[in-house]
């Protein structure tokens, strides 16, 4: 009965999976950097950029690895296609100019050429000294009757330095492309929060409440945890510090921050007077400027890599009164993903603190002298 009175047009989760993607896929082609006050867009993409960094090309350069493992696949295969084609064009022309060198390619004569005790057969050419240096390096085998000889102690040289280098090549291309495609970074696309954050009461304490699952059942996340940030500061004095972060706990002390991923799972911030929200009503709400980030880490279990999905939401994102539509009856083990990020109003009435809240002045606690409880309302 209470799915009937949720007032919000359903939406497909498949379709909301498959619009975030485009958008993202669109933002990392054309480098989209929208301009709506986020720090942290909705995928998850920190909105950051590091300028004047002294030696920033040198330090990445200085870790290649890791820098080529957090480009795009296109850039990575574009170095790698230019890596092999470098050490195969560099190799071809040491090869050509041995052949020079030895009185091979001037040689054009078959017989005067094996007496003459060439390095490389049938090399008269660099066409063919590139082909040569490919085969060597790719073991693809030489063909046309090209091939080395033992006669020639430079060539041999030369065949086991370019047989090395070609060796480390691939094995740093195949360690990057491994690394990248088992790293956690494209695991969280799989990881789902709720479009809106709401605000109300949950076991007599006024909650900021965010859904959060997990879309593939087969490989959960194991040992996930989810912290939570509010950023943006106001110090004593009065100071606005745009690009800080206040922690907001979210049952860090007690462990229920710690949640089982393959159900979804309702993230709660008790807005105490810890709390950086404290003191938050529903007209304060709508003329905040604040963002609340959340990231959820945990283990892949099917790689063991680490992973981290992270989201924002803005002031208008953050709904009063309502709490999450279940998504599944009782002692059915069904969830219906349409009922994601669908939102149940309740009365605005039962929105208020905790009168046992550590904190809260003399006037604000129970007062039983007329037989009512009295509570510090919010809207």
């Excluded at 606690?365 to 009512?372: A, F, I, L, P, Q």
Aim: net charge negative.
């Amino acid at each position: 009965m209470h799915l009937m009175q949720c007032n919000m047009t359903t939406t497909s989760m498949d379709d909301h999976r498959i619009t975030n993607r485009i958008r993202q896929f669109l933002s990392r082609i054309f480098n989209t950097n929208v301009s709506d006050g986020r720090l942290v867009s909705k995928n998850g993409v920190v909105r950051l950029s590091n300028l004047h960094v002294p030696y920033k090309t040198f330090r990445l350069v200085e870790d290649v690895y890791n820098t080529l493992i957090d480009s795009t696949w296109l850039s990575l295969l574009m170095v790698f296609t230019l890596a092999f084609i470098i050490t195969w064009v560099f190799f071809g022309i040491l090869w050509f100019l041995l052949a020079l060198w030895n009185g091979d390619s001037v040689n054009l004569n078959e017989e005067l050429t094996h007496q003459l005790h060439p390095c490389v057969f049938e090399l008269f050419t660099f066409t063919g000294a590139f082909l040569f240096s490919v085969e060597t390096q790719t073991t693809i085998g030489y063909g046309g009757g090209r091939g080395p000889t033992e006669r020639c102690y430079e060539g041999t040289i030369l065949l086991i330095i370019q047989s090395i280098l070609g060796n480390l090549v691939s094995l740093l291309v195949v360690g990057c492309v491994c690394t990248k495609i088992g790293s956690g970074a494209r695991r969280q696309c799989s990881v789902l929060f709720s479009k809106n954050a709401c605000i109300a009461t949950r076991d007599g304490a006024l909650c900021l409440m965010v859904r959060v699952a997990d879309a593939n059942l087969k490989s959960t996340i194991a040992d996930a945890h989810v912290r939570c940030y509010l950023i943006q500061k106001i110090t004593v004095e009065g100071e606005l510090i745009p690009v800080c972060y206040h922690d907001m706990s979210v049952g860090f002390d007690n462990g229920s921050d710690r949640i089982l991923m393959n159900v979804p799972e309702v993230v709660c911030h008790r807005i105490d007077q810890s709390s950086p929200l404290r003191g938050l009503t529903k007209d304060s709400l709508t003329k905040a400027k604040w963002e609340i980030v959340f990231v959820l880490e945990g283990t892949a279990e099917s790689t063991g890599s680490t992973v981290q999905a992270r989201t924002s939401f803005l002031p208008h994102e953050v709904v009063w009164a309502k709490r999450f539509v279940p998504m599944g009856e009782p002692h059915q083990y069904k969830l219906n993903f349409d009922w994601f990020n669908q939102l149940l109003p309740v009365d605005e009435d039962m929105v208020f603190v905790d009168d046992n809240e550590d904190g809260l002045e003399d006037d604000d606690k129970e007062d039983t002298s007329n037989g009512r409880r009295h509570f510090k309302w919010f809207g």
